[in-house]
């Protein structure tokens, strides 16, 4: 099925605007589209998504998205085989390379028309077919089904688009707002799409199903959902939450306006015929030319004021050689510019795998160093594809090695932090550092422990990275196995010369870890260590930073469209902070307040750190001195949100994506000044310590890290929370927490 756009990947840690430590059951990851009404969006109002939060209820449990546009190449194994998310909703029950689920509907194309044009079609060979404007999907069954017909001159294609969660009018349904403009005088579409139009919106159209339409293209599927193969048990209880919910399901396709096709061995049949078994296609040349654009239509866009950038990107997307060098060699379009997105033409091919475009691209002088708007340079990009050969390119024309992104990942440290071992070895071969420090001084070597893969470990490990290093806290690669019961893993490491008898700066040592996470099979493998001595690395151990670096857990920055943040690992690297900050904190007792004695008082016209300032200020009394209808503030506000990687996890404005919103009227722990101060600069575990309990509950719940070392200065954490105030979109009466009085 070529029905385009569907799906992008659950989230994982990070919790917005105050989510709490979870004692429930982990939240559901499901890939969603970002960009795909009536499917779903990144504001939850799809079918999907709704269909996502009553399975998950049924399972006991909440849902978090992982948001990428379906057109993107490589979905499953960028999503589901990448450990990205559990579930692929509306999936083709036939997809490969995933285990599906029985289906759970059947649906069809559709032709919709405007109720009072009059038309009235019943088959593909009606001659007013081919002359009317007949809008078609640039990679759908129905348009293929058309032009075998003879209706190919008189269509308008919409085209794939990697922004519709950003460009509303680049989302496939768009087309249906063009009929119901008059623009064009059928819409040859998904039925979903159609029958949104009529049910949910109202619009005045008739939709005439199209699957009895065509004999030998199929134009009816059936829907699943998926989940890794080999996942039997995920696929079982998740079969079993949809028979329990089945009523709830049905009347949200029904709400929706879902044309549902006869169906017997789906969980929900609808009243449609049904086609049935399809004859086999006759080998034939393809009568459709997906990827090819004339030159003289391409002249008629630019003409009419579409923008040379986007068109060579969008280009680049369709993997369409011809109309690229057309743009380049002929037009002059700018190789370096960014798009919509924030990527440019060399980022958008290395993100499809493609090594001629990118090639093409290098040699016609695009810059191998220009980061996207996440900071991310294509080098980085290209460990996170794990592609050797893109690796080799761009090192091969200078790509900088040593790079970081806005928070301190290298190259390396993409590869090593999750598991792309082909990269891995690629990189070291280029020359990379296989010990460069990140963050608080992790090795590439302890983010591969921590993101729990064997092989770039091993792979590191090969490449003579340091298997007792330690980080500013003293943590060592072992420790970070220890913690987190990765059995494997450790004994890897302890082959590899690691030492059990290293400690941390607080005395601990990997076996203190493991019985403090009660990890028993690290336990018995530790027991029956013996110490080494000589270990090759002490570096980190005596360092001056390792106060100012307890407890503070390494978060590095994902762009919006990679945000695979592994909740083990954060959880393991969270943990390990928590533990070697009891030093620290036994240190600061000396210089803090007697108990019962009053804060020293803040100096409100100087700038602290946020923590600093938030320990010095009496609880109540932190107070905003900005307004969110000061433009320069909020624009200030804007940056320092993206500079700390903030939209990484809430999204650009802080409308939630990939964790809860920030911008509705749900606090978690309270919306007052002082307690979202406090709750950003200490984290959610340090607050609740602090007497703070949960209020409010989002659909995503774990830990908010802290970032009051991550944001510079009190007044920059100020700008921030103004930012975020000025796109509230709740209640008024909410906009700072609860009324006083309100239940």
Not at 188 to 194: D, E, I, L, Q
Not at 320 to 341: I, S, T
Request: hydrophobic letters at 40%.
């Amino acid at each position: 099925m070529n029905i385009t756009t569907r799906c992008a990947l659950a989230l994982l840690l990070c919790a917005a605007g105050g989510t709490a430590a979870a004692a429930e059951a982990p939240a559901l990851r499901v890939c969603i589209d970002p960009g795909n009404l009536p499917m779903s969006n990144d504001k939850g109002e799809g079918f999907e998504n709704k269909i996502a939060e009553v399975r998950a209820k049924a399972m006991g449990t909440g849902v978090q998205y992982y948001y990428r546009p379906f057109v993107e190449r490589g979905l499953t194994r960028t999503t589901l085989d990448a450990d990205e998310c559990d579930l692929m909703p509306d999936m083709p029950a036939d997809a490969e390379r995933v285990l599906t689920t029985m289906p759970l509907y059947r649906t069809t194309f559709v032709l919709a028309t405007r109720s009072d044009s009059g038309l009235d079609l019943k088959n593909l060979d009606d001659a007013r077919l081919k002359t009317l404007k007949v809008g078609v999907y640039q990679t759908s069954a129905i348009r293929e089904a058309l032009a075998q017909h003879g209706v190919m001159n008189n269509t308008v294609i919409h085209y794939l688009s990697h922004d519709a969660d950003l460009v509303p009018e680049h989302q496939p349904v768009y087309q249906m707002q063009e009929l119901v403009d008059r623009k064009i005088d059928v819409a040859a579409v998904w039925g979903p799409f159609a029958g949104y139009f009529k049910t949910k919106l109202n619009q005045p159209v008739t939709l005439v199903p199209a699957n009895l339409m065509d004999d030998a293209v199929p134009m009816e599927f059936d829907m699943a959902l998926a989940v890794k193969m080999r996942n039997r048990g995920l696929r079982d209880k998740v079969e079993a939450a949809m028979k329990q919910s089945r009523d709830q399901l049905r009347a949200i396709l029904v709400d929706y306006g879902v044309p549902l096709v006869k169906c017997d061995g789906c969980l929900i049949s609808g009243d449609l015929p049904a086609h049935g078994p399809y004859e086999q296609p006759k080998p034939q040349k393809p009568v459709v030319a997906e990827s090819s654009v004339p030159v003289a239509e391409l002249e008629d866009w630019l003409k009419h004021g579409a923008d040379p950038v986007t068109e060579l990107n969008n280009a680049i997307i369709a993997d369409d050689p011809a109309r690229v060098a057309y743009l380049v060699e002929k037009k002059h379009v700018d190789v370096n510019a960014l798009d919509l997105q924030g990527y440019s033409p060399l980022l958008n091919a290395i993100r499809r795998n493609s090594l001629p475009m990118s090639r093409y691209l290098v040699e016609h002088k695009a810059d191998v160093n220009r980061r996207d708007s996440d900071g991310w340079t294509p080098l980085m990009t290209a460990a996170w594809m794990d592609d050797a050969e893109l690796v080799q390119l761009l090192v091969a024309h200078k790509a900088d090695l040593k790079a970081k992104g806005p928070n301190g990942l290298t190259p390396m440290g993409v590869a090593a932090q999750y598991g792309k071992q082909v990269a891995v070895v690629a990189l070291v071969k280029a020359g990379a550092d296989v010990d460069q420090r990140i963050g608080s001084g992790y090795t590439p070597l302890m983010l591969a422990v921590a993101g729990r893969s064997d092989e770039a470990a091993r792979a590191l490990l090969d490449h003579g990275a340091d298997v007792n290093a330690r980080n500013s806290g003293g943590i060592t690669p072992l420790m970070i196995a220890a913690s987190s019961n990765q059995a494997g893993l450790a004994q890897m490491l302890i082959q590899s010369g690691a030492d059990p008898a290293l400690k941390d700066e607080t005395g601990k040592t990997a076996l203190g870890f493991a019985r403090d996470k009660d990890s028993q099979e690290v336990i018995k493998l530790l027991e029956g260590a013996a110490p080494r001595t000589g270990s090759r690395s002490e570096s980190g151990s005596g360092s001056t930073a390792a106060a100012s670096a307890r407890g503070t857990s390494f978060e590095p920055f994902i762009p919006r469209r990679y945000f695979v943040l592994n909740k083990t690992m954060c959880g393991i690297i969270v943990a390990l902070s928590v533990a070697t900050s009891a030093c620290a904190q036994d240190k600061a007792s000396s210089s803090a307040p007697a108990p019962g004695a009053a804060p020293a008082a803040a100096d409100a016209g100087a700038t602290m750190t946020p923590v600093d300032r938030a320990k010095a200020t009496p609880k109540g009394q932190l107070k905003n001195p900005y307004k969110d209808d000061n433009a320069a503030v909020v624009a200030e506000g804007q940056k320092l949100f993206m500079h700390a990687g903030c939209n990484g996890c809430h999204g650009g404005n802080g409308g939630g994506g990939m964790c809860p919103p920030l911008t509705n009227d749900t606090w978690v722990y309270g919306g007052d000044d002082d307690t979202l101060f406090r709750l950003v600069s200490f984290g959610s575990d340090e607050l609740q310590k602090q007497g703070y309990s949960r209020k409010g509950h989002e659909n995503v719940v774990g830990p908010m890290p802290p970032h009051g070392t991550i944001v510079k200065s009190d007044d920059d954490l100020w700008k921030i929370i103004t930012f975020i105030r000025s796109n509230y979109h709740g209640s008024p009466d909410h906009k700072f927490g609860d009324p006083v009085g309100a239940p």
